[in-house]
């Protein structure tokens, strides 16, 4: 577990104690995920290795500058989401897994934890930033959750950036769904229309073809800002070869998402239809707030004891107001990083890594 207090403990403690009587300003932190699953180096290689890793910095340092700048918390996850929404690597945006009728359709939620207001969206095909569409439906309207073709429209009418299906075509995914079906001996659907014939697309590298598969690249960010607010976002394709119109739990309000500045801020990745039932993100945020665990205890209880005996294969990333920030699986791997004021950027991969 990483904190400012680790990263601060001498000069600021005792500032802080100098300075008992001033409102104190909040340090900033974040974490991210871009998905966990069966993720090691011999699928990986040192290419796919070095790509992620350059990435995650990215998102990393986008969503850092604006919390630095004094950017709101949920003004950082979005930043950084529409990072991992634009690169192909990641299973959200332009690089969404296929459903199994050959169609994308993703899934996103945003919560603010000063407020608890939330928004999300479920199986929406035509929005380029689905975390975007999330925040606008919370901001926007009444509601929590749009979902299909209401929401797509809702999306077209909010003015958010709008593409057609095969802009979110990648041909690594499209390979690894006809993989996966044949494997089932399902149907194969016919290709998007707009996307280019096999022959013209780029070859794709091993490493590519692994990262295709499906337990690789939900998108999610935990954030807390200089106010001392903290929220949560996540975004995704959802699960490769899925029946058409089945919802993960990743727009779930208190399964794949959750915020609350009275305990924490988390985004989950995984098996969806586990997260739903054990209710994980609220669940490891109940049990800081009620039970007084630390934040790395909550999330090692949840994902180890609770989801681990059952296969519930996944990891969550977290963030308190009091500045822990963590995360948590029980998966070969999980794309992560973080940083916290004043600290260097952390990037990891493989569950040997700290
Ligand atoms: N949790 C997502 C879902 O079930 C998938 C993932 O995180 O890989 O839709």
Known sequence: MLTFRGIFFGGIMMAAAASAQQPQAHHWAIVVHGGAGDIVRAKLGPDGDKAYRASLTRVVEAGAAVLDRGGSSLDAIEAAIHIMEDDPLFNAGHGAVFAADGTNEMDSAIMDGATLRAGAVADVTRTRHP?????????????????????????????????????????????????????????????????????????????????????????????????????????????????????????????????????????????????????????????????????????????????????????????????????SFNTPGMFRGRQAEGGTIEVHIYNDEP
């Not at 800002?225 to 993960?248: E, Y």
């Not at 007084?292 to 005996?309: F, W």
Request: hydrophobic share 35%; aromatic share 8%; glycine share 14%.
């Open 131 to 327: 975390i975007s569409l999330a925040r606008a439906v919370m901001e926007k309207t009444p509601y929590v959750l749009l979902v299909g073709p209401g929401a797509d429209a809702f999306s077209a009418q909010a003015g958010l950036e709008q593409e057609p299906p095969s802009y979110f075509f990648t041909e690594s995914r499209w390979q690894s769904l006809v993989k996966q079906l044949e494997k089932e001996g399902k149907p194969i659907p016919p290709r998007p229309p707009g996307v280019p014939p096999p022959s013209q697309t780029i070859p794709i590298a091993q490493w590519q073809e692994a990262a295709g598969t499906r337990n690789y690249g939900t998108v999610g960010v935990v954030a807390l800002d200089k106010q001392g607010n903290i929220a949560a976002g996540t975004s995704t394709g959802g699960l490769q070869g899925k029946l058409p119109g089945r919802v993960g739990d990743s727009p779930l309000i208190g399964a794949g998402t959750y915020a609350s500045n009275q305990s924490c801020a988390v985004s989950g990745t995984g098996v969806g239809e586990y997260f739903i039932r054990y209710t994980v993100a609220r669940d490891v945020c109940g049990l800081v707030q009620y039970k007084g665990l630390t934040l790395q205890q909550a999330a090692d209880e949840v994902i180890h004891k609770k989801l681990e005996p059952i296969h519930g294969d996944g990891g969550v990333i977290a963030i308190t107001p009091d500045g822990q920030l963590v995360w």
